[in-house]
């Protein structure tokens, strides 16, 4: 259990360290500009906005681990490879479009210029809300737990770490205490999300071959994990091991894969890195 722990602890750091930086950086630049241009009075918008962002990010949470905390045997086997599918292809499409469409500054200022100097102190609070929400919802899918993973209270410290992280680089860069090589920070925090997803469809198409829903192919391509110890330990590399284990966690490593599995897994890597390569050129 406490390598599993390690594992998603490293997982939530860095899911919550790239989304709760978007988030806060969002933030900050909208709080600045208001205090700025001599608009204060809509920082009460600004924060009912994320406000209810936030909580409506915690409910969709405590709905979706609930469900699936719910379910056993091969219900939950067939939900948990759906819904792993369901999420890897939701989350790449959102990491592609963030690509292709990059959070704009100027756009961002002159919107909330626009909505302010219209008294539309709502329009404001919207704004705000879809920003963060689109980080809250990515984060909640990210952190779905697999079958035999702890719940996210296992993995609570990383999140918080990752989140405070987060606070303080966005804090400092706004006031300028720090710089920061943006396309440098997204472009890692970008593969390590798409390594993250691809893993997910990799999972969800082996509960999902598991539960008879698809066929297997070939039962092992190979099987890299190496034996276990005479008094029953796991070697470091094993998928049960320690650093096998943070793979696992973060990345859906799996030592000895089903063909499927793997094509699947190979599959959305070249289509996630190659969107990403066609887009980045624009």
């Known amino acids: 259990m406490v390598l599993l722990d390690a594992g998603l602890f490293s997982k939530h750091f860095i899911v919550l360290l790239r989304e709760g930086f978007e988030a806060f950086l969002v933030l900050f630049i909208i709080l600045g500009f208001l205090s700025k241009t001599g608009r204060s009075q809509f920082r009460k918008s600004v924060f009912l906005g994320a406000g209810l962002a936030v909580g409506l990010s915690l409910l969709l949470a405590l709905v979706l681990y609930g469900f699936h905390s719910s379910l056993e045997g091969q219900t939950g086997k067939i939900f948990e490879g759906i819904t792993m599918w369901i999420t890897a292809i939701l989350l790449g499409g959102m990491i592609l479009w963030l690509i292709r469409f990059q959070v704009n500054v100027s756009a961002m200022k ?37 079958e035999g993973e702890p719940q ?46 691809a893993g ?83």
């Not at 999972?203 to 070939?218: D, M, V």
């Not at 034996?227 to 091991?241: R, T």
């Open 110 to 146: 002159e919107e909330t210029a626009r909505l302010a100097d219209q008294n539309r102190g709502w329009g404001l609070a919207l704004l705000v809300f879809f920003s963060i929400f689109r980080e809250g919802a990515e984060t909640v899918l990210f952190l779905l737990p697999k």
């Open 200 to 282: 997910m469809a990799a999972y969800g198409t082996h509960e999902l071959i598991e539960a008879g829903w698809l066929p297997a192919l070939q039962a092992e391509i190979w099987n890299i994990n190496p034996a276990v110890g005479i008094d029953g330990s796991y070697p470091a590399l094993h998928e049960k091991g320690w650093f096998g284990g943070v793979l696992k966690a973060i990345f859906g490593y799996n030592g000895n894969p089903d063909l499927l599995e793997f094509l699947i897994w190979l599959g959305y890597l070249i289509i996630g890195f190659g969107l990403w390569a066609k887009w980045s050129k624009k």
């Open 152 to 197: 996210f209270m296992a993995g609570l410290g990383g999140g918080l770490l990752g989140l405070g992280t987060a606070f303080g680089l966005s804090w400092a860069l706004f006031r300028g205490l720090i710089k920061l090589n943006y396309k440098a920070f997204f472009g890692t925090t970008t593969a390590l999300l798409l390594f993250m997803a």
